[in-house]
């Protein structure tokens, strides 16, 4: 009997030391991974990628017209060279969901931009951030993407 009690005295501690230091592991990596990345300002629209030939630079389509996208608390405004794009994000980590938002809709001679935005944009779901001044949106087709860069004043 005395045996028993050991041996379930023992197994018992195993059981709990082995359990204890796996659920300390999944909490500090469930703290890792929870850590959320900071989108929050303004970025200028740089290149919008959807494979190595066929891309939008809105600089390039019109010169001198900043063209940018506002993160505030949660939601996003897109400024275009002639519309605006709205909606709501969630940012959990580095996933990133668009919400469907309010979109103007004026013709203009150059909509490069927004024909590219409006594509792109239901399908990012994640960012990453280079240096605090380089974001990437990432669209569940690997080969698209947004790149954005941190303004360093507002306009």
């Not at 409006?118 to 951030?129: E, F, G, H, N, Q």
Request: hydrophobic share 35%; proline share 3%; net charge negative.
């Amino acid at each position: 009997m005395k045996t028993h009690i050991i041996a379930c005295l023992t197994l018992f501690l195993t059981v709990t030391a082995c359990t204890g230091n796996k659920t300390t592991a999944d909490q500090n990596n469930t703290a890792v991974n929870e850590t959320t990345v900071d989108i929050k300002g303004q970025w200028y629209l740089e290149n919008i990628v959807f494979n190595d030939s066929v891309y939008v630079r809105p600089a390039e389509e019109v010169p001198g017209q900043r063209q940018y996208i506002t993160f505030e608390d949660s939601t996003y405004f897109i400024q275009t060279n002639c519309n605006t794009f709205s909606g709501t994000y969630t940012l959990k980590g580095d996933s990133l969901s668009l919400g469907d938002g309010a979109m103007t809709e004026m013709a203009c001679d150059n909509m490069a931009t927004e024909e590219a935005i409006r594509k792109i944009l239901p399908s990012i779901a994640t960012v990453d951030i280079e240096n605090d001044s380089i974001a990437r949106l990432n669209s569940r087709t690997p080969s698209e993407y947004i790149l954005l860069r941190k303004a360093t004043e507002k306009k």
